[in-house]
């Protein structure tokens, strides 16, 4: 795995007194007062996710992932003033998300969806087609679209109001994605479909950012690590911005 094309994308810069290099973020165990600075510990997260990477495991990587809210850095879209990320939501019965977040945009609220897969989830099959696991995590995620396209109260009743949502699975190497193949079917499945498709490789691109640029996690310091969806009726209806969109979306 190459592990150094951890470049900032949007050339995004701290307006305001500079961080110190030094990642801190806050420490909110119990009853979530924060007491005490504590710091990201790069190393380790950086070992357990090669570790989960090497095992091809989607549950190391699943609880790296809950604990560490900075790694998400790459598939947001904006870098500041970024709103808690929650895990495990259910909804439906039958249907669960990984990772859930709102962008409160100006245009009203989006709510990112996160499908995460195996690291090393085999994509193509040797005729070039799709394998029946990259098939079936993106009819996973379409099933969440479908539902909350029929079922509206469900909708409002999880997510407050929602304006559009985003849809993003996580599957397969950097290296399967870069052959010619697989950038061509991922370019035109992006150009008929509203799930977004990212490799492995956006989690260790946000270690290298912070590695190199700890100053942009700043807005991450504020929830270092991902909330239980048993929080997310509580956090959007304490939002002024949600109860707002709440009464234009009814």
Avoid at 15 to 43: F, P, R
Avoid at 46 to 51: I, V
Avoid at 91 to 101: K, L, V
């Amino acid at each position: 795995m190459n592990l150094s094309e951890g470049l900032l994308k949007d050339g995004e810069s701290k307006n305001g007194t500079e961080k110190n290099k030094e990642v801190k973020i806050l420490s909110q165990e119990g009853n979530e007062t924060n007491k005490e600075k504590v710091v990201w510990d790069l190393k380790d997260v950086k070992g357990k996710l090669h570790l989960a990477y090497d095992n091809n495991s989607e549950i190391e990587v699943l609880k790296i992932l809950k604990d560490n809210t900075f790694l998400f850095y790459d598939l947001f879209t904006r870098k500041y003033a970024v709103q808690p990320i929650f895990h495990e939501l259910n909804f439906g019965g039958n249907f669960r998300c990984d990772f859930a977040w709102l962008n409160d945009n100006s245009s009203g609220p989006e709510w990112v969806l996160v499908e995460i897969e195996k690291p090393s989830l085999r994509l193509f099959k040797k005729d070039g087609k799709p394998t029946a696991d990259l098939q079936g995590a993106i009819e996973q995620v379409k099933t969440w679209d479908q539902y909350f396209s029929q079922n509206h109260g469900e909708k409002r009743r999880i997510f407050g109001a929602v304006a559009q949502f985003r849809f993003i699975l996580v599957a397969g190497t950097a290296e399967e994605w870069k052959t010619e193949h697989a950038q061509k079917w991922r370019v035109h499945h992006h150009q008929t479909s509203n799930i977004q498709i990212r490799s492995m490789q956006t989690f260790f691109d946000a270690l290298d950012v912070l590695e190199k640029h700890p100053e942009e996690f700043w807005s991450f310091e504020e929830t270092p690590r991902t909330l239980s969806h048993s929080r997310l009726e509580s956090y959007w209806k304490n939002y002024d911005y949600m109860a707002n969109w709440r009464k234009i979306l009814d």
